[in-house]
């Protein structure tokens, strides 16, 4: 089986999201070409065959964008990479020259989409027109891939979390996007402020909605960092199996800050749990919340607040 590799690029992106969590790498530079080359030559020299994630910052981004594609085309081709998705905003998959280089290479896309409408997700990533650059890629995109081959993450924040259904709903409406991550965000960087990221108690219901939304829809969403709490106990089987189905065996390469990471070390790290966690019946299989949440947040302790 392929070793899944996360490799961060670099942190430049045409996106300021508020919700940023690489926001205080933004002075690191980018990776050069050729340090790519050789990290991924590397994780296939102790690997043999890996799953390549690239993502940044913002990969589409780069002036070498097709020297990386080339060079991950020919790795594919020699059967080193067995699979590559990619982590984007989509803006510039909406120029047909990057489409191009892009498509063939790829074989899943995570779509970076934090609004249904042009005023929500401008608001977020703080940069008009964005919106529109994203949905046009999105166009293109689903026009070239298997339906399937293309999921839509939305993280949360304090502009966006009631949308979080319509979002949902546009995209599957209008592209038949099947898959979603619902994603809660990492309180670092940007994020790590109240003004920007909401409270468990302040998702809970927008979050229970869209599950709810997908799951009549014959969807399986990604869920990422939303304690069992936070679920209606409708949804607590569900939950539960999409879990269990996460693939923690990811390392790769975070930057020159973090260097080598090892990402199942790291995740079990950066989650805490609250008090009254204890006494749930999912405290063994629930990881908690995010470290830097707590420090947000030390009041809500989780258990208590939504079992009373």
């Known amino acids: 089986m392929a070793q899944l590799v996360d490799l961060k690029v670099g942190f ?3 996106n300021r999201c508020i919700h940023c969590v690489v926001s205080d790498k ?11 080359k050789q990290l991924v030559e590397d994780y296939i020299a102790r690997y043999s065959k890996i799953s390549l994630t690239l993502t940044g910052g913002e990969i589409t981004y780069r ?3 097709d020297r990386v594609m080339r060079f991950v085309r020919a790795k594919k081709e020699a ?12 803006r510039l998959l909406a120029n047909d020259e990057i489409l191009n280089e892009t498509i063939g290479v790829v074989d899943f896309f995570l779509i970076a989409l934090h609004g249904s409408t042009a005023e929500i997700h401008d608001q977020v990533t703080t940069c008009p027109g964005s919106y ?5 890629g999105l166009s ?3 026009s070239h891939m298997q339906k399937d081959s293309v999921a839509i993450q939305t993280v949360l924040n304090k502009k966006n979390y009631r949308d979080l259904r319509n979002i949902y ?4 409406e209008t592209y038949g996007i099947v898959e979603y991550n619902i994603t809660f965000p990492h309180p670092l960087g940007t994020a790590y402020d109240t003004e920007v990221t909401p409270t468990y108690a302040e998702v809970k219901n927008s979050v229970n909605d869209a599950l709810g939304y997908c799951l009549e829809n014959n969807m399986s969403p990604y869920l990422e960092a939303l304690p069992y709490c936070v679920f209606d106990s409708r949804f607590h089987p569900y939950v539960s199996a999409a879990y269990e189905r996460i693939n923690h065996n990811v390392v790769g390469y975070g930057g020159e800050r973090d260097g ?3 990402y199942q070390e790291a995740l079990a790290d950066s989650h805490v749990k609250y008090d009254s966690c204890r006494s749930c019946s999912f405290t063994s299989s629930c990881e908690g919340v995010w470290r830097e949440y707590r420090q947000l947040y030390p009041l809500d302790d989780m258990y208590r607040l939504f079992s009373t």
């Open 12 to 14: 430049t992106c045409n």
């Open 26 to 36: 933004k002075d690191e530079c980018d990776l050069p070409f050729e340090s790519i």
């Open 63 to 65: 002036d070498d964008y």
């Open 79 to 90: 059967g080193s990479i067995a699979f590559v998705d990619m982590q984007t905003n989509g």
């Open 132 to 136: 529109c650059e994203t949905v046009l």
């Open 140 to 142: 293109k995109l689903v």
């Open 169 to 172: 709903r546009f995209a599957y």
């Open 260 to 262: 080598h990471l090892d």
